[in-house]
């Protein structure tokens, strides 16, 4: 495997893209699971997993030994991922982060509770 994959990493090396379109296809699972893996999305694993072989194909010419293109792959995916999630900024609030009386004060009190009540009953 390691011979057909430094083979294949030559040939699109020297310009040919149905040599990476072919890595990509036999990696692609495995890229989109560990994107899944780091991120808990489907749709953003899919997401990252294009972005991480655009980033592989544009990189190809740093990785310096070509029979480790499986475990160099891996690292970019991984990258990728993680630069992702430091950029994205949280949906939600932590409960860690919010304190008690915070929460508490969001509340609506029983008298507004039931000034609404009799304002729906009017």
Known sequence: M??????LVLRALQGD???????VDKY???????????????A??????QEAFVRAYLDLHQL???EKF?????????NVCKMWLRKRK???DSLETISPTE????????????????LQLM
């Open 70 to 78: 499986a475990s160099w792959l891996y690292r970019v995916t991984t």
């Open 90 to 92: 949280p949906d939600v």
């Open 28 to 42: 692609q699972g495995a890229v989109y699971g560990l994107c899944f893996h780091l991120v808990g999305n489907f």
């Open 44 to 49: 953003d694993a899919q997401d990252l997993a």
């Open 17 to 23: 893209k149905e040599a990476f379109g072919e890595l």
């Open 2 to 7: 390691k011979t057909q994959d430094t083979e």
């Open 103 to 118: 929460f508490i004060s969001a509340l609506p009190s029983p008298q507004e509770i039931v000034e609404r009540e009799e």
């Open 64 to 66: 310096r030994e070509p």
